[in-house]
């Protein structure tokens, strides 16, 4: 079953590429000129100079791909439907929802030199507000599939590990990128694109938005949390793992 058929609709209207995020995940594809994009969504983050082959199994994703994007073919990170060669692979914010994250990984190892995975370390995101204080279920789900500390494993325990802090105005609406826009989360249709929120049980997502929203008109919120608005960027969390 397609996860994205109702998740991914609208999905490229609020997870649009943003270019400080671009820049970190360039440089960790280093020289590499041919670059398999690995569960690719609606092609965010494909580098224009380089030559790139996306692999998403959502036909609702695919739609979604601009007339700019690389060419791409249906298939899942377990059994990718390519020989390799390529100088580069990369896996951006979706190795959560692979089926076989070890299996997922020998693959990308398989068919590439280098190896470029973006995720996140579920303990420092469970600390974040958003988080800790309206949706803790999200981190407990979370520590069940592809922690940090499984794809570390699974390159070996080599890889490198690089933070990736979210500017405070980021435009890849993905779960932890509203830090400072609290607001926002009260937006049905920026959830939409947060598969962590949109997963959650019904009743579970509107108590934690009810609370949200309870604590942002009470100034509860910012009595919390203020000190966060003078800052430009964060750390909640998320990493790139570079192996080769």
Do not use: K
């Not at 998403?56 to 791409?72: C, F, K, L, T, Y």
């Not at 520590?143 to 690089?162: I, K, N, P, Q, S």
Request: hydrophobic residues 45%; aromatic residues 8%.
């Amino acid at each position: 079953m397609d996860p994205y058929r109702e998740l991914g609709v609208g999905y490229s209207t609020v997870r649009r590429p943003d270019p400080r995020i671009a820049r970190a995940v360039w440089a960790a594809l280093g020289d590499a000129r041919s670059v398999l994009n690995v569960g690719a969504g609606a092609g965010s983050y494909e580098p224009a100079d380089r030559a790139v082959l996306a692999v998403e199994p959502s036909a609702v994703m695919v739609r979604q791909r601009g007339s700019g994007a690389a060419p791409v073919v249906r298939g899942a990170a377990e059994a990718l439907p390519v020989r390799g060669g390529f100088d580069a692979a990369m896996a951006l914010l979706t190795v959560h929802h692979w089926r076989d994250l070890a299996a997922g990984l020998a693959e990308l190892r398989r068919v590439s030199r280098r190896q470029v995975v973006l995720t996140w370390d579920v303990e420092v995101m469970a600390r974040q507000w958003m988080i800790a204080e309206y949706f803790p279920q999200v981190a407990e789900r979370e520590r069940g599939l592809a922690t940090l500390d499984a794809v570390v494993a699974g390159f070996g325990g080599a890889a490198e590990v690089r933070p990736v802090e979210v500017p405070w105005d980021c435009s890849d609406g993905f779960l932890a990128a509203y830090w400072r826009r609290p607001e926002a989360y009260l937006d049905e249709r920026v959830r939409a694109g947060m598969s962590g929120i949109a997963r959650l049980p019904p009743e579970v997502a509107a108590a934690g938005m009810a609370r949200l929203a309870g604590d942002l008109r009470s100034g509860a919120w910012h009595r919390r949390h203020g000190g966060l608005l003078g800052r430009e960027q964060l750390d909640v969390g998320y990493r790139l793992v570079v192996a080769s």
